[in-house]
């Protein structure tokens, strides 16, 4: 597996993919660790957790330069995403006992029944590259809170981020085995998944990839939580505050170089306000910094990798060749490294590229529509389901058109963003399940009914019956 810095194009360095006997041992101490792990209180658990967080914000620089160094990361999002990190395990070394509670249920006379919620076991997680301790950290705390314990098989482009988060839990005093990194390439997941010691998988990236997880777990009766792709609509409407929406939406767009599941990346904008906002968009757009992103003044960086970035050339070149209008960027950047600048489209035609497909980079595709139907029409033109924005002064009139967007989650005069205190997952070709809160960490237990019945005085020399 080689590090390339997207920045440059140059090979940082080349690690050694794990053999079958090292896959083996970490199924192995997975297994045997959660026999004695998931015994452990929840209260030790969430201390271990907070002991993660403190450890995080001490290598703060570190484990974010890392970040910008294997995928591109900007380093004051990095920085961030670091921070986030810390939020989510505090979250759940704060809250994980309240939500393991046992939940109490009406009982007839001389019973008591309850459920009670009991870790499953090892539980795979196949994650990307593009928040690459995020993404790890929204399923780990939540399900080490649980009494699971992980593995990771993380995107092949960042292993060091990899190995790194590995060594936080276990620098936090977690046990040996509680959370272990295979690096691995994609196809060899299967194989683990189809272990019996796995006992579910997770999983954020690509729709193919999401199928063929889902898949070999259906065939092995195993729990899934699948976040896919997305193409999050944000719908502008003609009673909308334009400068903040188009603000909003620029960074919407272009957070991380665009390379987000729920970056907004359709903007379907009202007749009324369509000039006004294209005008202020592509200004906000325009004002960006495009550099290193070892830089703190860099807005946007690299793409993560050279094919990427080219592929996301190739969905703009398809796009204009179709009709569609470029009003900033389209073109690949003259410098060394992966970099593409924030784009604008317009006038974009129905099944290009950049209207049907997902476009995992700074790329945005504004359509102008005549009304609100029209623009609940177009948020719905799409396979995916993962979130969308909706910008309005009428506070009820956006809860009510939140309610017929098919999406996961919807923000309204706001960006779509996850945070550990909400559920957080889509629909359709998004995926199934929910993370975060108290919904992810109760996704892998197994929610166990117990009965207690009082038992009826009887004769010594009964015999029972059926």
Known sequence: MERINPATGETIETFDEHDDEEVEDRLSRAASTFETFRDRSVAERETKLAKVATLLRERTTEY????????????AQAEAEVEK????????AEHAGRYLQDEQHPSPPGSTV???????GPVLAVMPWNFPFWQVFRFAAPYLAAGNVGLLKHASNVPECALAIEDVFRDAGFPDGAFQTMLIPSNRVDGVLSDPRVKAATLTGSGPAGRAVAGTAGENLKKTVLELGGS?????????????AATTGAWARNLNGGQSCIAAKRFVVHDAVYEAFIERFVAEVESFTVGDPMDHDTDVGPQARQD?????HEQVTESVEAGATVLTGGEPLDRDGAYYPPTVLADVPRGCPVDAEEVFGPVAAVYQVPDEEAAIEKANETEFG????IWTADLERGERIAGRIDAGCTYINELVKSDPRVPFG???ESGYGRELSEAGIKEFVNRKTVWR???EASDEDEVPTE
Do not use: F, N
Not at 85 to 92: F, R
Not at 114 to 120: D, S
Not at 232 to 244: H, K, R, S
Not at 308 to 312: K, P
């Open 426 to 428: 889509g629909v359709k």
């Open 386 to 389: 993962l979130g969308a924005s």
């Open 85 to 92: 990190c810390a939020w989510v395990c505090d979250h759940y």
């Open 64 to 75: 974010a330069e890392l970040m910008t160094r294997e995928m591109g990361k900007p380093i």
């Open 453 to 455: 019945q009082q038992p």
């Open 232 to 244: 999050d609509p944000y719908v502008v409407l003609d009673d909308a505050d334009v400068d903040a």
């Open 114 to 120: 309850k459920t009670v919620h009991e870790p499953l």
């Open 308 to 312: 990427l970035m080219e592929g996301i």
